[in-house]
């Protein structure tokens, strides 16, 4: 087999790690709860620690990965995610565990930065490009929805520690092919990183978390919280104004002037902000309220994880037919039938009826991912590769991460209402689960027509010869500062 496709093997199951790990917890929360003995708040932190590091450092490592090299940041991001992996399995505490996904966090943002920029260097071909970015997609669409079944069953029949050892075989094969497989590459331009935009954009994102996190618990309205929200949306303030006077950006403000890159990132937001927000309060939803056992509320999203791979390979021919613009927005109508369909289900449901929201949900999902990537990625010049795929990472992380945080506070503020006003535990949590169920209808909904209106003047690639290069957006063209340049492996 040809060293490129050895080098997707690589990226894939690297990305078959960190899609895992945003959501193989979420069916192992109660036993975890149980196990350590955490609040739902607690819970929260566990999965949001993960994505908040995630997040925060994506977009330095994209920027120091096009500076100082993709490979080297991709096998240093896998072997520090690996042996994090073992340190959170070994947990005893919640303390511990936080502070392993910590770390987790750490070593995806340096890892998954690289893996579309190294897509990006080793396929030159635009059509072998859009065929490994679909595999990628896949591969990460399968990790996602076969990760509550993962972490269902381990939690049932094994330790819970176990969802996390998964990841050390799976690091260390990956580390083996990665070895022989994938060539240094790089984009040329100053090494220095933006400190200030970094230390801005960390601050935001963990104020704005804790105040999402902790708000019902200590009050809404208390000074804390009230602080933490004024600390996030000026440190916000702050990360733009820096960004766009810096010499050297973690994000290049000129890089939004394309319409494609721009609605594209928004697109790929509102529909994280669903999929991590359904994943983890579903799982307390068929746990807690159903009564399924951790095997069968993973159960439960495998038909949607299929649908979502069968998606994600039927995208291409149809984007080939409906041009890419249409399928997104077409995608995200259907993830937002789907959630209609969550919206309606009781403390009565039954696995069948489950079934027809997931099945519709998985299929939008898988839909619109392919040729989403595909039309952000191309947007940008290729010496931009790692900072492009970082920032695209990055929103689709902090969107997960809000999409967490933001349905929870509902959840939690409904929910205390309904409990204030004498209704029952499992009305109560479904009362707040509906509410947080119909804000992400509409911002899916929202999310159908950005991606229509803005991916209308993409590259179409589905249309190219094999050997065509998509043509760089011309308002970028003048501002980039990088070119790609491909090193030998072993080279610096």
Avoid at 26 to 38: E, F, K, M, S, Y
Wanted: charged residues 10%; glycine residues 12%; positive net charge.
């Amino acid at each position: 087999m040809p060293r490129r496709w050895w080098t997707l093997v690589a990226v894939g199951l690297a990305t078959f790690m960190t899609y895992l790990d945003n959501n193989v917890i979420n069916v192992a929360i109660p036993t975890i709860q149980r196990d350590l003995h955490l609040s739902v708040a607690g819970l929260e932190w566990v999965v949001s620690s993960y994505i908040l590091v995630f997040a925060g450092l994506l977009l330095a490592g994209g920027r120091l990965a096009d500076v100082y090299g993709r490979r080297r940041f991709f096998v240093a991001g896998l072997s520090i995610f690996t042996l994090s992996s073992l340190a959170a399995g070994l947990a005893g505490s919640g303390g511990a565990l936080i502070t392993a996904r910590v770390f987790q966090g750490l070593g995806a943002a340096m890892l998954v930065p690289a893996t579309l920029a190294i897509i990006m260097a080793t396929f030159s071909s635009a059509r072998e490009r859009a065929t490994a970015i679909g595999a990628v997609s896949a591969i990460g669409a399968l990790a996602l929805g076969f990760g509550p079944l993962i972490g269902g069953f381990i939690s049932q029949h094994l330790h819970w520690g176990w969802i996390f050892f998964i990841n050390v075989p799976i690091g260390v094969i990956t580390l083996g092919i990665t070895a022989f497989s994938i060539r240094e590459s790089r984009g040329s331009g100053a090494a220095r990183l933006d400190v200030p935009g970094l230390v801005a954009s960390a601050i935001a994102l963990f104020a704005l978390t804790y105040a999402l996190i902790e708000g019902n618990d200590k009050g809404w309205t208390s000074g804390l919280i009230v602080a933490s929200f004024v600390v996030a949306a000026g440190a916000a303030a702050a990360f733009v104004l820096i960004e766009g006077r810096s010499q050297n950006p973690m994000i290049s403000l000129p890089l939004f002037r394309s319409a494609a890159f721009s609605g594209g990132t928004v697109t790929m937001m509102l529909w994280a902000f669903g999929v991590f927000g359904i994943y983890f309060f579903t799982s307390l939803y068929l746990q807690d309220i159903l009564g399924f056992s951790p095997t069968k509320a993973g159960l439960a999203f495998v038909p949607m994880a299929v649908c979502i791979a069968v998606a994600a390979v039927l995208a291409q021919p149809v984007s080939a037919r409906l041009r890419p613009y249409r399928t997104v927005a077409l995608g995200m109508l259907i993830m937002a039938g789907g959630l209609v369909l969550f919206a309606r289900l009781g403390q009565g449901a039954s696995f069948a009826s489950l079934m027809p929201g997931f099945l519709i949900f998985g299929a939008g999902a898988g839909l619109m991912q392919v040729p989403l990537t595909n039309a952000v990625m191309h947007a940008m010049p290729p010496g931009r590769s790692g900072v492009a795929s970082a920032v695209f990472n990055a929103s689709r992380e902090v969107a997960g991460l809000l999409g967490i945080t933001i349905i929870g506070a509902i959840l939690r503020s409904r929910q205390g209402d309904a409990l204030h006003h004498g209704t029952a535990p499992a009305p109560a949590f479904l009362d707040g689960y509906h509410a947080g169920l119909i804000v992400t209808i509409g911002l899916v909904a929202v999310g159908a027509v950005v991606s229509y209106l803005s991916l209308r003047r993409a590259p179409d690639l589905t249309t190219m010869p094999p050997d065509a290069q998509p043509a760089t957006t011309p308002e970028l063209a003048v501002t980039s500062t990088t070119d790609e340049h491909p090193v030998p492996v072993g080279q610096p």
